[in-house]
């Protein structure tokens, strides 16, 4: 139990185009989804809470416009890095857990490498 | 405030060998924890977490870690080193409050030599 997938695993984009990746919890509901970013070697970064039906809130020097997060279902949230460059280049992680509990399950990751 | 540091960035054992990861943490509020691993290009896998019950956790893959209230620890051992175990672990601190963020520690890299 408590899976969660991302898609796609990796991206690769031309600088200014935007792009979409899901998290999916598969045999859960996930009332709280959580987005990471971690460069080479180094640990997660919050990026942003979202909860299902509300919109997300981000952490301090992460720009809304720029990372737009969706959590519509208690199966899924979004997150489109629009407008991407090369700086956006990362390993982007999402984890899922579900309210009144305290153990997030970490998706395996999307690589985005903006050209 | 809360924070983890994971005492040894590297470490590195033969396989067969006992394996200790150490954390220490500080929290304002009586903490969750939890270590995972996670392997290259993957995502994160939990390995254990304490959460105020038992202080020795047993956790997946012959893990097991020890919270240490007095010490603000929370080593993470195994008995004998497999070559599956090579991976970066990260020692994980949340408070047991209404929408407690999770801390991360900076992680420590086990190599497993043959």
């Known amino acids: 139990g408590a899976v969660v997938s991302q898609h796609p695993s990796r991206v690769i984009c031309k600088s200014g185009t935007s792009v979409k990746i899901e998290c999916r919890s598969l045999?859960?509901?996930?009332?709280?989804m959580f987005w990471y970013r971690q460069f080479p070697k180094q640990s997660l970064m919050l990026m942003a809470t979202s909860n299902e039906g509300s919109k997300a809130t981000y952490e301090q020097g992460v720009e809304k416009d720029k990372f737009l997060i969706n959590h519509a279902s208690l199966t899924l949230s979004t997150l489109t890095v629009t407008s991407a460059h090369p700086e956006d280049s990362s390993f982007y992680i999402c984890?899922?857990?579900?309210?009144?509990?305290?153990?997030?399950?970490f998706g395996p990751g999307t690589r985005l490498t903006v050209l | 405030a809360q924070s983890v540091t994971q005492l040894d960035s590297h470490v590195s054992v033969s396989e067969g060998t006992p394996v200790l990861l150490r954390c220490n943490y500080s929290s304002s509020y009586s903490p969750s924890l939890f270590w995972y691993v996670q392997h290259p290009n993957k995502g994160l896998q939990l390995l254990l977490k304490y959460t105020s019950a038992a202080t020795l956790v047993k956790g997946i893959n012959g893990f097991e870690a020890e919270f240490k209230k007095s010490e603000t620890s929370f080593h993470l051992t195994k008995p004998s080193a497999h070559m599956s175990d090579a991976a970066e672990y990260f020692c994980v601190v949340r408070p047991n409050t209404n929408a407690g963020k999770s801390t991360f520690g900076d992680g420590t890299t086990l190599t497993v030599k043959p």
């Open positions: 045999d859960f509901q996930a009332t709280t």
């Open positions: 984890s899922a857990e579900t309210r009144g509990t305290d153990t997030q399950y």
